[in-house]
């Protein structure tokens, strides 16, 4: 049977996500989808709450939900932005980052390290998987520019 790109993509997703649960033990305390939302704020911090959504492919509540427990363990910042006031910026705290380099580092080494080992090519798999993910981001949408003018931020190129 010939498998399509979407169904092998699945695969190889469910397949880390299992590595990942197979990793973590009673000492770990944050789950996978944590250490992704840590990890793409280590990225892009500090970020208004619904880039992080859009970074993360989740929706805005979604969000709001995965940011509670991380926010009350001190993980993350979440205020309103000064240059906005109806934005919520978040950024990684200083405990978030240490718990991050603790438990998610670790974790995507292990896997380049296993990718290796078997005579995977890793550093092309990432460049790929970067290219992919963008052709597969949809584009902004484009708004008025009077929309712009009235969030006060300049309208992107």
Same mark, same amino acid.
């Given at each position: 049977?010939?498998?399509?790109?979407?169904?092998?993509?699945?695969?190889?997703?469910?397949?880390?996500?299992?590595?990942?649960?197979?990793?973590?033990?009673?000492?770990?305390?944050?789950?996978?989808?944590?250490?992704?939302?840590?990890?793409?704020?280590?990225?892009?911090?500090?970020?208004?709450?619904?880039?992080?959504?859009?970074?993360? &492919?989740?929706?805005?509540?979604?969000?709001?939900?995965?940011?509670?427990?991380?926010? &009350?363990?001190?993980?993350?910042?979440?205020?309103?932005?000064?240059?906005?006031?109806?934005?919520?910026?978040?950024?990684?705290?200083?405990?978030?980052?240490?718990?991050? $380099?603790?438990?998610?580092?670790?974790?995507?080494?292990?896997?380049?390290?296993?990718?290796?080992?078997?005579?995977?090519?890793?550093?092309?798999? $990432?460049?790929?998987?970067?290219? $992919?993910? &963008?052709?597969?981001?949809?584009?902004?949408?484009?708004?008025?520019?009077?929309?712009?003018?009235?969030?006060?931020?300049?309208?992107?190129?």
């Amino acid at each position: 049977m010939d498998e399509g790109l979407a169904e092998l993509l699945y695969r190889v997703v469910m397949l880390m996500g299992d590595a990942a649960r197979r990793r973590s033990g009673p000492d770990r305390r944050l789950s996978t989808s944590q250490l992704r939302l840590l990890g793409t704020l280590e990225e892009i911090q500090p970020a208004t709450q619904h880039r992080l959504a859009e970074a993360l &492919a989740l929706s805005d509540p979604a969000v709001s939900r995965a940011l509670r427990p991380l926010e &009350a363990e001190g993980y993350v910042a979440v205020d309103i932005d000064p240059a906005h006031r109806r934005r919520r910026l978040v950024t990684l705290t200083p405990a978030g980052q240490a718990a991050f $380099l603790a438990e998610g580092k670790p974790l995507e080494e292990e896997f380049r390290t296993a990718l290796l080992a078997a005579g995977f090519p890793y550093e092309q798999y $990432l460049a790929d998987t970067h290219r $992919l993910a &963008a052709l597969l981001t949809p584009a902004p949408q484009r708004r008025p520019a009077a929309a712009w003018e009235a969030d006060g931020a300049p309208e992107p190129e």
